[in-house]
């Protein structure tokens, strides 16, 4: 009945938004028994099979674009360059989660109360089977990942072995690493597996690792900040609630926004450079393991998952410079002339791909005016979006003024006391996993190939440059 709810839901959302009901695919609406994850998947791989069959058969040679010479130099952007199941980023919507917008997760996705946010494991069965998981479907994959969370030792040792000065990013991918030990995608392929059956392996290592991470996420920052003490999981709760308590936060309030926070930062499409780190990485036959520790290394640069800590920093010289939050309109602008003529950013401002605010900043927000209205920090923050973008658009030297996920993330996170900036983007990789391993099993699953672009020389650039003049 859960199921047939969230469906009637989902057609009232379709009728006030037309565009909607063409964006969620068929595969959402079928009903389904299985409470198991994987016996969904293994009716699902031979579709999606036959769907890639049909394509490379039958359209093959139909072009997606045209490719630029500033698009080389660019970064890739604007390049249609490789498939990605779970997620789309439209330049004025935002983030679609298998056709679905954020607040159409917020209205359709079982939470851990009526018209609670979504829960980490729901995004988490959308993302794998294009499917609305019902509430049983997804207590049952809660359970199972709480089932496959034990941690072994020497995991906890390879982390011990570093200075615990190491930054949080560098325990952390050591302790994925040291968790590949127990590939099961390794096992297998030493053994002779068919290559049809890859996806299998990766489902039990991909689950395995999304399992383990928090544990070992919450490990790191004890051992950094706290007493070194395990919090052990608490079999009663949820991804996203065990997170946080492991951490050492048990406030109702804390856990929900943990919820939001790992829901709205699991995916976004495959060309970020974790995303497409991990998907790379994991063409050449790598196990989950390694392809996460590198997308991990990835996100730990400032251009990508550091942002949210920069944000915050960036917040706190504001109000260090001031001596209080409570500033006007004209010392903020101020500030920010003089954050840009310095040469620097203003963090948390534009998107290589996004034209308009993005969803997961709004999302966050709202929360906050619900939960946290009179804050002092979140209220510079809504001065800092009011008065940011028309100071960017007036230079013309951005595409995107309007504020990103990371505009906010920090702000939020500093109020429910996880103070550790340095940490943040700890939390950002626990939450990625779970758009990252989907797509690993379904890159395995589908038989997607070598990843091998072609590389052109700055002479050939020129050359070419030339004869086009």
């Known amino acids: ?22 964006s969620v695919r068929w595969l959402q609406m079928q009903s389904s028994t299985n409470t198991d994850l994987y016996s969904e998947m293994k009716e699902l791989v031979p579709e999606y ?26 970064g890739m952007r604007g390049m249609t360059a490789l498939v990605w199941l779970g997620s789309a980023v439209d330049p004025d919507e935002g983030i679609r989660f298998r056709g679905m917008t954020i607040p159409d997760c917020q209205k359709t996705l079982p939470g851990a109360f009526p018209g609670g946010e979504p829960l980490p494991e729901a995004i988490l069965w959308l993302l794998l089977t294009g499917k609305i998981p019902n509430k049983e479907q997804v207590d049952s994959l809660a359970q199972e990942l709480r089932r496959r969370a034990k941690i072994p030792e020497y995991a906890y040792k390879a982390i011990d072995a570093l200075p615990v000065s190491a930054h949080p990013m560098t325990q952390f991918s050591t302790g994925v690493m040291a968790l590949q030990v127990e590939s099961e995608f390794q096992k297998a392929y030493e053994g002779g597996i068919h290559k049809s059956r890859y996806w299998e ?19 790191i920052y004890r051992r950094i ?32 926004f943990m919820r939001l926070y790992i829901s709205i930062h699991s995916d976004h499409e495959g060309g970020n450079v974790s995303s497409h780190t991990a998907h790379l990485v994991g063409s050449s036959l790598s196990d989950p393991y390694l392809a996460f520790a590198a997308a991990l290394n990835g996100l730990a640069g400032p251009l990508h998952g550091l ?84 100071i960017l658009t007036k230079l013309g030297k951005v595409k995107n003024p309007w504020p990103n996920v990371d505009a906010h993330s920090g702000v939020l996170l500093n109020y429910y006391g996880l103070t ?6 700890v939390l950002f990789g626990v939450a990625r996993s779970i758009g990252v ?22 002479e050939k650039l020129e050359k070419l440059a030339g004869a086009s003049s």
């Not at 392996?201 to 490990?219: C, F, H, K, Q, V």
């Not at 800590?309 to 101020?334: A, C, H």
Request: proline share 7%; net charge neutral.
């Open 1 to 22: 009945m859960a199921f047939f709810r969230s469906v009637s839901k989902l057609r009232s959302l379709a009728g006030q938004q037309p565009s909607l009901a063409n």
């Open 49 to 74: 099979q036959e769907r890639v069959k049909k394509l490379k058969k039958d359209h093959a040679t139909v072009e997606l674009g045209k490719t630029t010479l500033d698009m080389v130099l660019g």
């Open 201 to 219: 392996p990766t489902y039990e290592d991909s689950l395995n690792l999304i399992a383990r991470l928090p544990g070992i996420a919450a490990y």
């Open 225 to 256: 900040y706290k007493d070194g003490k395990i919090i052990p999981l608490d079999d009663s709760l949820d991804y996203g609630a065990n997170y946080a308590h492991m951490l050492g936060f048990d406030d109702p309030e804390t856990l929900e």
């Open 307 to 390: 942002a949210n800590q920069e944000v915050l920093r960036w917040i706190r010289n504001v109000v260090k410079e001031f001596g209080t939050p409570n500033i006007s309109t004209e010392q903020l602008s101020d500030y920010i002339h003089k954050t840009l003529n310095s040469g620097q950013v203003v963090p948390g401002y534009g998107h290589g791909v996004l034209r308009k605010t993005d969803p997961r900043y709004t999302c966050q927000r709202e929360f906050a005016l619900k939960h946290l209205p009179n804050d002092p920090l979140f209220q510079l923050v809504s001065k800092i979006k009011e008065v940011v973008p028309p």
């Open 420 to 425: 550790e900036e340095n940490y943040y983007t």
């Open 437 to 458: 391993g989907p797509q690993l099993i379904w890159d395995r699953a589908l038989g997607m190939p070598l990843e091998r672009p072609k590389s052109v020389t700055l």
